[in-house]
């Protein structure tokens, strides 16, 4: 959790690689990290832009990624300018208790 932290806390924030088996296509994936907090079941979660890598649907968007299931994280040098406009730094509806976020 700390390397994607400190992604999110840089500024310019870093994109991250990481490494996810929580759906059904496991596999590499780039995306900008956002924040880290609970969802509703209390899930300690990622949520992040994704870019590029294994997906079902191959769009970007918002994803939520399960910590438990992220491993190989490398933060990369390239940067991104900020949140994106969908982005809540509260969490919205969908998270609380935030560890970390833009």
Known sequence: MNEICQ??????PHLIS????????????????????YNQKEVLCLSA???????KSGTQGFKEYKME???QVTVLEETFPGPRPEYKPDGG??????????
């Open 7 to 12: 992604a999110i806390n840089a500024r310019p």
């Open 18 to 37: 990481l490494y996810y088996t929580g759906d059904s296509m496991p596999g590499y994936r780039t995306v900008e990290p956002h924040m880290i907090a």
């Open 49 to 55: 832009w994704f870019l590029s890598g294994a997906s």
């Open 69 to 71: 299931f992220i491993s």
């Open 93 to 102: 509806k969908v998270f609380h208790n935030v560890q970390c976020g833009l």
